[in-house]
């Protein structure tokens, strides 16, 4: 499903809610996320995991396949079917989990993606 910034994305796992923003905080949890608008490519979408999705996790020391990210953090497999926003096979926030270290907010940063994933139907 496309991913439109300012547009609620409602999807069977959850709903999203985006906005441009200045500034950012720590996210309270998973579920909420900042990231570098400048660094995300345009053709962004929600969707389920797939085989071949790679993921940077944020302070991880390099990429991974998205099923080795969630083997290591004991996700369960029946708990593996988590919301993600990508483009092509490039994982940028795994709802429920963190950001990529590829869309990650710096000092340098000048437009922030600021993103709500509300749990749906996760729990």
């Not at 940077?56 to 369960?76: F, N, Q, S």
Request: aromatic share 8%; charged share 30%; net charge positive.
């Amino acid at each position: 499903m496309p991913f439109v910034i300012g547009v609620e994305t409602v999807t069977p796992r959850g709903t999203w809610h985006s906005e441009r923003t200045d500034a950012w905080h720590l996210p309270k949890d998973g579920f909420e996320a900042f990231l570098d608008l400048e660094k995300l490519p345009g053709d962004l979408v929600v969707r389920s995991r797939r085989d071949k999705d790679r993921f940077y996790p944020l302070g991880a020391p390099g990429e991974k396949k998205l099923g080795d990210v969630l083997t290591d953090k004991k996700i369960a497999k029946e708990r593996r079917d988590i919301p993600l926003l990508c483009s092509g096979n490039q994982v940028y926030f795994a709802c429920g989990l963190t950001i990529s270290e590829h869309a990650k907010v710096t000092p340098g940063t000048q437009k922030i993606l600021h993103i709500i994933c509300n749990r749906g139907t996760m729990d």
